[in-house]
């Protein structure tokens, strides 16, 4: 007899009444239930761990997976791997949800307009439209009429991309913002770029910091590589290593998490980054505790100067002592005069400071303006170029053989958004869902006006929503994956990993599909790219690294404390003998490091035109766009200053601010049908999760009669959408966190609701031209 | 005989939550309908709670992971009327899934509110089945589930022991949460031997215990935030 629970129950109700006559007890029903239960599952077959790499976000985090019957059950961090030894944030944790999600695409799709119907299309087929398409551009306007974004992290896919487009014709690939942007431009101004002119990328040495001035970057949410800085995190708080706490002080008008759960959140004016962090360098400066060694020694600018044509300059000391004066700073800023000094002290009080920011978060980069300030504070302290401080390290990323550096990458969303709205024939899409998140209602319907707008979405998200063909990508464990070094990581790193299983129906690694195109262009194209598969690409760009004189093949912890201590006596004892051995060792161990690759004694000179760190930097004058000023107008156009933030609609209207910003659990897009992400996406929220919320201020919801879980409108002089509210004490009054990200629009458990950008006003910053700051003046009230 | 508890530093805690993914596809913990979980019916076996303490700017948000206590005293057990919950002799307090009749006394006993109960089926669409870990039973609807210290693994890592004729040794048996904490803010270990990582820390000035008052004796512990470095500078 087949018995289920309820009936059993049911029976279970009967047997209490017969339990009055002594024969059966409720400790009776709990062994038959037990009895009846299903029987355990069958042998599930043999379990396996394998290793691989990260990719829901550019950081790119070494992973043990681990299968059983051939079934990815469970995604941890690999312990060998230098990035995050060991941990993994959620994202990585979620990834068999994204392997196995019902949502997954897994043959090409076709369609003639967004509109239609998908139909399930033919590879042949599929690369066969697009490159037709692709050749129809006349050669002459291929440099504007195919677009190609990109969110995917550099690494050999990417050069593959590069290689494919240069040979095409095409010279820019757009990518997702790293949110660097402007503090890297602002750090190649004033410290200079690499001497022989190659890429950089900017790094920090956080690791050895003793005391962190953070200017609004969300640290804890998805800043840098996650599990690396919270790896870093756990390590500043780690009471058995030798040595002081690090301090971590953060300034910021919104109570992110990082603000939580640093050791001091001073709270600011929105958008008043540089005035703090120059009422922090008035205090210095004033008080005689900038590190003079260094700013008389290896700095100009920073005293009044004279130029080569007798012109007369002021120096970041005089605009700063008559400028930023603490009573204007604490005016500018709404923060004490007491805490600035406080702060400013503790700053310079023990070696390896270090002030990162302005926000640097892939929506907001922040202004160039607010970098400068930033950097003078890490210029005044001494620790450009110096350890637990920041520095630029030649981006020593990977690279295919011959490879031409002709290819431009922009991650400006601004030029993105003008590509894209100039209606290029071909748009394709390659982990770009971000980009629709930054896009409002009305640029997300003129992609319908391109032609053939192209995806390598993985899973049904908001570029299939916009796309009339799918090449369908898979997840990192099915197919060879490669690392190295993220932005702001301080060592060179390479990694590479093997397909931990086959790819899901027909789906395809992206570096497939493009070896592919490539060949289905035409034979010039495929000439360039002359790789059977994506792994014979991977090792043709990883042999040659086996020339190299320094860094080792992945090892453990206690490793890598013996090989820095043998090469500070001079010893480096190679893990290879060839090329082959190489690719062999890093296919083993997971991949290659250099974790003496930060400067190991601090940086004196700099490539900048001075042969200084330029607290006036000389590069920067001569594209000011305030050329036709003069005298001490010019001069403090140049130098770090204040600018006020520009808000758009009325401020009696609008009293309140809306910072935009992006959760870990949906930074750089994507992962948003993933349920288990869903559940955690705010820490503030109670997990509820499928719904976009705000965050406001106790004080501005008692004001406003708003409670927690009410349904509001969030409105702005671009327009209104709703939301859901989450109100939380601690949060300054006068701003709204407004998370980017939310349900998935497309999919199993669609949610249709309008994007927070359909409200945004962004700001771009006048030199560099990128988007800087997306607050907006909003008002808020019940829905 | 080996007493299982667990350390959790708030001051390290990053309030990521990959302890909470980890352990639910670790333990099959099924995911709820858009539509529930925005009710809050959402099940986490450690869930990240945050506590608002004053108003801004005088206020504070502390952050807790919240596993079961496993309680040398739990008083959830005392009212199960089935035996479904009971204390092994290595102190975790277990759930035996199949015996529970879904009367959910113990999660009304429960004064940490750890314990979940299963109001529906499991609704896995396929093939999101495929990640399920056979190591560690389905629950079923009507049934109260809760955190078990990954004792699947408890198990295996003895099996694994006894077959190469050793004791089981420290570190072989480590729940989902803890390994997986990018901050290595958790730990794990036995309490009765003086000398391993938890019991030092839990001798640890910094350490206490949820609701103490109520005499549960929880056998996780927390450390207290630490006084921040160079705050004497004024």
């Known amino acids: 007899m087949k018995l289920d629970r309820r009936d059993f129950l049911f029976l279970g109700g009967g047997a209490v009444g017969g339990a009055a006559m002594g024969r059966i007890s409720l400790k009776g029903i709990g062994l038959l239930n037990e009895a009846l239960a299903s029987e355990p599952l069958s042998d599930p077959g043999e379990e396996k761990f394998a290793s691989s790499i990260c990719r829901s976000c550019s950081g790119g985090c070494g992973l043990r997976v681990r299968t059983v019957g051939g079934k990815v059950v469970k995604v941890d961090g690999n312990p060998l791997y230098p990035v995050n030894r060991g941990g993994v944030c959620p994202r990585a944790q979620a990834l068999p949800q994204w392997l196995y999600h019902p949502d997954r695409i897994l043959s090409p799709q076709r369609r003639d307009k967004a509109a239609d119907k998908w139909q399930t299309a033919s590879w042949d087929n599929s690369l066969h439209t697009l490159a037709g398409a692709m050749q129809k551009i006349p050669a002459a306007d291929r440099k504007n009429r195919l677009v190609v974004v990109s969110g995917r992290g550099p690494g050999v896919a990417q050069r593959l991309l590069s290689r494919l487009l240069t040979a095409y014709g095409t010279d820019t690939v757009y990518t997702l913002p790293t949110g660097l942007e402007s503090a890297h431009q602002a750090l190649g101004f004033m410290a200079g770029s ?19 001035l953070n200017f609004g970057c969300d640290l804890l949410e998805g800043w840098g590589t996650p599990s690396h800085t919270h790896w870093l995190f756990g390590r500043w708080r780690d009471s058995s290593r030798s040595g002081r706490r690090t301090t971590l002080i953060h300034f910021g008008p919104r109570f992110s998490v990082t603000a939580a759960r640093a050791d001091e959140w001073v709270s600011l004016k929105t958008g008043a980054w540089a005035a703090a962090a120059l009422g922090l360098a008035y205090v210095l400066i004033s008080e005689d505790l900038y590190n003079k060694e260094f700013v008389e020694n290896c700095t100009s600018g920073f005293e009044d100067w004279t130029d080569s044509g007798g012109q007369r300059h002021i120096g970041f000391k005089t605009l700063v002592r008559e400028e930023y004066r603490l009573s204007r700073v604490a005016e500018l800023t709404g923060i004490p005069s007491e805490t600035l000094v406080r702060v400013a002290r503790e700053f310079v009080n023990s070696p390896g400071g270090v002030a990162i920011g302005p926000q640097q978060s892939p929506s907001q980069p922040g202004s160039l303006s607010d970098a400068l300030a930033v950097h003078s504070l890490n210029a005044l302290a001494g ?44 748009l394709i899409l390659d982990e770009a869902s971000w980009l629709l998140d930054m896009m409002n209602s009305e640029q997300r319907e003129s992609l319908s006006r ?67 195109l490539a060949r289905s262009l035409d034979p010039a194209v495929a000439a360039r790219l002359p790789w059977k598969d994506f792994s014979e690409a991977l090792k043709a760009a990883a042999v040659p690294l086996a020339t190299r004189q320094d860094g080792y093949v992945f090892g453990s912890e206690v490793d890598e404390q013996w090989e820095r201590l043998l090469e500070r006596s001079g010893w480096w004892n190679p893990d290879w003998k060839s090329g082959d051995e190489f690719w062999k060792g890093i296919r083993d161990k997971g991949g290659w490091w250099n974790p003496l690759s930060w400067p190991a004694e601090p940086q004196r000179t700099f490539p900048t035109p001075s042969g200084r760190f330029e607290f006036y930097p000389q590069r920067l004058a001569a594209l000011s766009p305030d050329k036709a000023s003069a005298g001490r107008e010019r001069d403090r156009s140049v130098l770090p200053r204040h600018v006020e933030l520009a808000l758009v609609g009325d401020a009696r209207e609008f009293p309140l601010l809306l910072d935009p ?62 939301r859901r509210a989450i109100v939380i004490d601690g949060a300054m009054p006068g701003v709204v966190g407004g998370p980017l990200g939310g349900p998935p629009t497309t999919g199993l458990w669609a949610t249709v609701e309008p994007p927070l950008a359909d409200i945004l006003a962004p700001n771009t910053d006048p030199v560099l031209g990128i988007r800087s700051s997306a607050v907006t003046r909003v008002k808020l009230y019940k829905a | 005989m080996a007493r299982w508890g667990m350390v959790i530093d708030l001051d390290k805690c990053t309030a990521c939550q990959a302890c909470v993914v980890a352990c639910q596809t670790e333990n099959n913990v099924a995911f709820m309908k858009p539509s529930e979980a925005q009710m809050g019916r959402s ?24 596993p079961c206590q496993h309680c040398d005293n739990p008083p959830c057990i005392k009212v199960c009327p089935v035996d479904a919950t009971n204390i092994t002799p290595d102190g975790i307090v277990r759930q035996i899934f199949a015996r529970c009749i879904g009367c959910r006394y113990c999660t009304t006993a429960c004064p940490y509110t750890v314990r979940y109960f299963n109001w529906y089926k499991p609704d896995w669409p396929e093939p999101m089945t495929e990640a399920q870990n056979h190591d560690v039973s389905m629950r079923p609807k009507g049934v109260v589930e809760k955190c078990t210290l990954c004792h699947h693994r408890l198990q295996k890592a003895r099996e694994t022991a006894i077959a190469e004729k050793r004791p089981l040794a420290p570190g072989e048996y480590i729940p989902a949460c803890v390994e997986s904490c990018p901050p290595k803010a958790m730990f794990f270990g036995d309490l009765e031997d003086p000398n391993s990582e938890v019991s030092k820390l839990s001798r640890s000035p910094r350490a206490f215990r949820l609701l103490e008052e109520l005499g549960t004796k929880p056998k996780v512990i927390y450390l207290s935030e630490v006084e921040r470095s160079g705050s004497n500078v004024s």
Request: proline share 8%.
């Open chain 2, 43 to 66: 099940i986490y076996w450690i869930k990240l709670t945050a506590f608002q303490e004053g108003k801004y700017p005088e206020s504070k948000t502390r952050f807790l992971p919240l």
């Open chain 1, 450 to 516: 391109i032609p053939l707008v192209v995806t390598s979405a993985s899973m049904a998200d908001s570029t299939t929503a916009v796309a009339n063909l799918v090449l369908p990508d898979c997840t990192p464990l099915e197919s060879w994956s490669e690392g190295q070094a993220p932005e702001s990581y301080p060592f060179e790193l390479l990694s590479v990993s093997e397909p931990v299983l086959e790819p899901r129906g027909e789906s395809r690694p992206w570096g497939e599909t493009l070896l592919a």
């Open chain 1, 194 to 212: 690499a001497k022989d002119g190659g890429a950089t990328r900017m790094a920090y040495n956080l690791e050895n910091s003793r005391c962190v």
């Open chain 1, 383 to 426: 620790n450009v170029g110096a350890r637990g401080g920041v520095a630029l390290l030649p981006d020593n990323g990977w690279r295919l053989p011959e490879d031409p550096e002709q290819i431009k990458t922009s991650g400006s969303l601004e030029e993105i958004l003008r590509a894209v709205a100039q209606r290029p024939d071909v």
């Open chain 1, 661 to 722: 910003y992006e959760p870990l659990s949906f930074y750089g897009s994507g992962a948003r049908a993933i349920p288990y992400l869903q559940q955690i996406c705010s820490p503030y929220g109670a997990g509820r999760g499928w719904l976009s919320w705000v965050e406001i201020s106790g004080e501005d919801a008692r004001r406003l009669g708003i409670r927690n879980d009410d349904t509001i409108w969030v409105e702005s002089a671009k327009g209104k959408i709703r």
